[in-house]
């Protein structure tokens, strides 16, 4: 039976450093003019920090106070009318294109900042010509609560032993075990490292080969 696709967001969809780094471009440029910064410095920290951790490593790197720098970065990062642009691989756009037609995209479930990732879904939006249906967990359980995946599966109706979550992360694993439904790794197509967490990792496209038409 054809399997039913859920999808995490960041790293798994969108490439989250792309976001991040471009309105961190406009915080510099408005609050920090005079400091140059070096992409080489931005990508080796995010890539080998968790996400609290890059933060902290650039401040003190350009020794930037870190209580107003964080407070000044969400506020832009969650600002729609300071939008940037991500640019989606082709990968992906096809992925959730031919999943949408077939009526395989359930949705996304996402742990981030509404706000926030409500930017990055525009951007795959207005990119891939799909709607997505999408769940933001109440904060009283996040990922890997499974209660917002539970009730997006009984809103549609779906079977939990014919669904996927497709994800990035440790928690987006558990989320999925938590839930009963099966796991992919879609990680290393943005992040080589995730491959150390010893999951069997696969392209977007690999979906329809390998899992989606038995």
Same mark, same amino acid.
Not at 78 to 103: A, G, H, Y
Not at 121 to 128: G, P, R, T
């Given at each position: 039976?054809?399997?039913?696709? %859920?999808?995490?967001? *960041?790293?798994? $969809? %969108?490439?989250?450093?792309?976001?991040?780094?471009? !309105?961190?471009? /406009?915080?510099?440029? +408005?609050? &920090?003019?005079?400091?140059? /910064?070096?992409?080489?410095? $931005?990508?080796?920290?995010?890539?080998?920090?968790?996400?609290?951790?890059?933060?902290?490593?650039?401040?003190?790197?350009?020794? $930037?106070?870190?209580?107003?720098? /964080? &407070?000044?970065?969400?506020?832009? @990062?969650?600002?729609?009318? !300071?939008?940037?642009?991500?640019?989606?691989?082709?990968?992906?756009?096809?992925?959730?294109?031919?999943? *949408?037609?077939?009526?395989?995209?359930?949705?996304?479930? +996402?742990? =981030?900042?509404?706000?926030?990732? $409500?930017?990055?879904?525009?951007?795959?939006? #207005?990119?891939? =010509?799909? &709607?997505?249906? +999408?769940?933001?967990?109440?904060?009283?359980?996040? !990922?890997?609560?499974?209660?917002?995946? /539970?009730?997006?599966?009984? %809103?549609?109706?779906?079977?939990?032993?014919?669904?996927?979550?497709?994800?990035?992360?440790?928690?987006?694993?558990?989320?999925? !075990?938590?839930?009963?439904?099966?796991? #992919?790794?879609? =990680?290393?197509?943005?992040?080589?490292?995730?491959?150390?967490? =010893?999951?069997?990792?696969?392209?977007?496209?690999? %979906?329809? @080969?390998? &899992?989606?038409?038995?």
């Amino acid at each position: 039976m054809n399997k039913t696709f %859920i999808f995490d967001l *960041d790293n798994t $969809l %969108i490439p989250e450093y792309q976001f991040l780094f471009r !309105k961190l471009v /406009i915080l510099m440029a +408005t609050v &920090y003019p005079n400091t140059q /910064i070096e992409k080489d410095f $931005l990508s080796d920290i995010y890539f080998s920090q968790n996400r609290d951790s890059w933060v902290q490593s650039f401040c003190k790197h350009y020794k $930037l106070p870190f209580t107003f720098f /964080i &407070y000044q970065y969400r506020l832009i @990062l969650r600002d729609r009318t !300071k939008s940037v642009l991500v640019e989606i691989p082709q990968q992906v756009i096809r992925c959730v294109k031919n999943l *949408d037609s077939d009526r395989k995209f359930a949705g996304i479930i +996402t742990n =981030g900042n509404p706000m926030q990732q $409500l930017q990055k879904i525009d951007q795959l939006s #207005m990119q891939s =010509g799909v &709607y997505f249906v +999408t769940s933001f967990p109440q904060s009283s359980k996040p !990922k890997p609560h499974p209660f917002s995946l /539970i009730e997006m599966m009984q %809103i549609q109706q779906l079977d939990s032993r014919n669904c996927v979550y497709v994800g990035d992360s440790t928690i987006d694993y558990a989320f999925a !075990k938590n839930s009963g439904v099966q796991f #992919m790794s879609a =990680g290393s197509f943005f992040n080589d490292d995730i491959q150390t967490y =010893g999951w069997n990792d696969f392209s977007l496209d690999e %979906i329809f @080969l390998q &899992y989606y038409k038995f």
